[in-house]
């Protein structure tokens, strides 16, 4: 019995591993397995070299694994590029008609028990199902309810070509690879942008804007699957530019409203950005990192837009940042960042990247009963006659009524403005109006989120992490060997507040920061707020997910004195 496995399914884009993929992964998560999906695809939309991975254990797996057990070749490309990953006693599972010869190859006639090519990609997944000891009719329920939707026939035939892998696999008597008993109950299959979709409907958006760029689309998709139930509106622009300016005017007409895109469509937003701050709109903006510059590897991971991000707008307002490490607090943090724009009046960042935003994590589901009610505009005036957009207030957030609700006038401009919102270029009221937006900066500070400690009380050695390098530097301090590693995980990355994290970095004798990326950008930041004694970086910027072994590796010699 195995406590962990890594399967690993290769093979072209079209066809069909990452629907045999998903099948397997949410016949696990049914029957208890913990799982941890990462995926690799090529930007094209046919051809291509594509992976799926599925690590799943009886305990929980939180990082991906370079070390593969079984190999699911749908290919030839596959076996060559992934057999010096294949453990000593590993497994790949490939077509008969492949031409190769070697040890640890079983061959699988799959033409032969598929009708057509269509369903070839289905005896993967009987095979997959026997071999690791799943119930047959976990991945028969899983079929039914993905294909349920097709016309009877379909889903029948597909049943059918699962008996029959599933028999053949059983045929072959093949040990070693039998799963042991899980210990969990059955949990959700989310990415971090399902995470973010759950959260931002629990939030009640009614707009989403968006122009399609990898790793973001899925959010306004799956946004625009449920808009005709939820009331959502969700509206793919001509370019980056509009969809910006059309969320900002969605939020002025009273819509709690969100952007979805990556960095080079970020790029193109900026002065949309800085429109929000002018005009205290609020508006959440989730941009999905991808290796630059430019085009850079658009279906890859990195989290290289941090800085980007943090000063994108010209001229001088607030903004928070967060940066959420798994699929759960990617719902929480979309909630509080919705609550939070409306309450500071003005832009709030939520930053994944593809990694994050494509691995599929088993969860606990979310418990609906503690969500709070996100704030919302105001809704009534005491004096219409007399209303004024931009209020001078102490606390700098301005009575925010919606237009056409009430008979008051909300006027609003990108310029600079009078209290009541119409234009000017009177100098004294510029000054006051500068200061009234930057004491909003007061709301962001007093509603940050700490960051999370993990590890012993007085720890030698501490890593410093945030976003999706979560998961594999959580497993990196669990596989330390002794070595009295402790972990800091920040999910808001801006506005700082240095008393939550000073006192970590007074005793460790080294302070390694773990970041996808290569300058160290979020090391940068934090020495901004505090000195940090024998700071050392672990960058990875390749276009792969960290993971922990990576990470030990490393810190091993850096341990040694080596680079």
């Given at each position: 019995?195995r406590k962990e496995l890594n399967i690993l399914i290769g093979g072209e884009a079209g ?161 070693g690879f039998r799963l042991d008993k899980s210990r969990e109950e059955p949990g959700l ?148 960042a919705f609550d939070l724009a409306e309450r500071s009046q003005g832009p709030v960042f ?214």
């Amino acid at each position: 019995m195995r406590k962990e496995l890594n399967i690993l399914i290769g093979g072209e884009a079209g066809q069909g591993l990452v629907t045999v993929g998903e099948l397997l992964t949410k016949a696990l998560i049914r029957s208890g397995y913990n799982v941890h999906v990462t995926q690799s695809y090529m930007s094209r939309i046919r051809g291509g070299h594509n992976t799926y991975s599925v690590r799943v254990g009886v305990n929980k797996v939180a990082s991906p694994v370079s070390a593969i057990d079984i190999l699911v070749a749908l290919n030839k490309e596959t076996v060559e590029l992934h057999q010096h990953n294949v453990t000593s006693n590993g497994l790949i599972l490939k077509d008969q008609n492949i031409g190769l010869k070697k040890e640890g190859l079983v061959n699988i006639p799959f033409k032969d028990l598929a009708p057509s090519s269509l369903f070839e990609n289905v005896v993967g997944l009987g095979f997959l199902s026997a071999l690791i000891g799943l119930d047959k009719s976990m991945p028969e329920g899983c079929i039914k309810s993905v294909f349920g939707q097709k016309k009877p026939d379909v889903v029948q035939k597909n049943i059918e070509v699962l008996n029959s892998a599933y028999t053949f696999a059983q045929g072959q008597k093949i040990d070693g690879f039998r799963l042991d008993k899980s210990r969990e109950e059955p949990g959700l299959m989310l990415t971090g942008n399902d995470g973010v979709v759950l959260g931002a409907m629990a939030a009640g958006v009614g707009f989403c804007a968006y122009y399609p760029m990898t790793p973001s689309t899925g959010i306004p998709m799956s946004l625009n699957a449920r808009g005709d139930e939820l009331g959502i509106v969700v509206e793919q622009a001509e370019d980056e530019i509009a969809a910006i300016n059309m969320a900002i005017g969605a939020s002025y007409a009273g819509a709690r409203s969100m952007v979805a895109t990556s960095g080079g469509g970020f790029a193109l937003m900026c002065e949309g950005i800085s429109l929000a701050g002018m005009t205290e709109t609020p508006v959440v903006v989730v941009v999905g990192q991808r290796p630059g510059p430019a085009t850079g590897l658009p279906t890859r991971t990195e989290q290289g837009d941090l800085n980007l991000v943090l000063y994108a707008g010209h001229g001088e307002f607030p903004r928070a940042i967060f940066g959420p490490g798994n699929p759960e607090q990617c719902f929480d943090l979309t909630i509080k960042a919705f609550d939070l724009a409306e309450r500071s009046q003005g832009p709030v960042f939520i930053l994944t990247d593809q990694y994050l935003a494509d691995s599929y994590r088993n969860i606990v589901p979310f418990d609906l009963s503690e969500i709070k009610e996100v704030a919302r505009p105001h809704d009534q005036c005491s004096d219409p006659e007399k209303y004024e957009r931009y209020a001078l207030t102490d606390s700098g957030v301005s009575p925010r009524l919606v237009p056409t609700l009430g008979p008051y006038l909300v006027v609003l401009d990108s310029d600079e403005h009078y209290p009541d919102g119409h234009i000017t270029e009177d100098l004294e009221i510029r000054t006051k109006m500068v200061d009234k937006r930057l004491k909003k900066q007061a709301v962001l500070d007093a509603d940050i989120v700490p960051p999370e400690y993990f590890g012993p009380d007085k720890p030698e050695k501490l890593l410093v992490c945030w976003g999706s390098t979560l998961g594999p530097a959580m497993e990196a301090i669990q596989n330390a060997d002794q070595q009295n590693v402790g972990l800091l995980h920040f999910s808001q990355v801006w506005p700082l507040n240095k008393e939550h994290f000073k006192d970590y970095f007074s005793s460790p004798e080294k302070v390694v920061f773990v970041e996808s990326n290569a300058w160290g950008q979020f090391r940068t930041l934090i020495e901004r707020e505090v000195r940090v004694e024998n700071a050392f970086s672990i960058l990875r910027y390749d276009g792969l997910p960290m993971d922990a072994g990576y990470i030990l590796d490393r810190l091993d010699m850096l341990l040694q004195g080596r680079k």
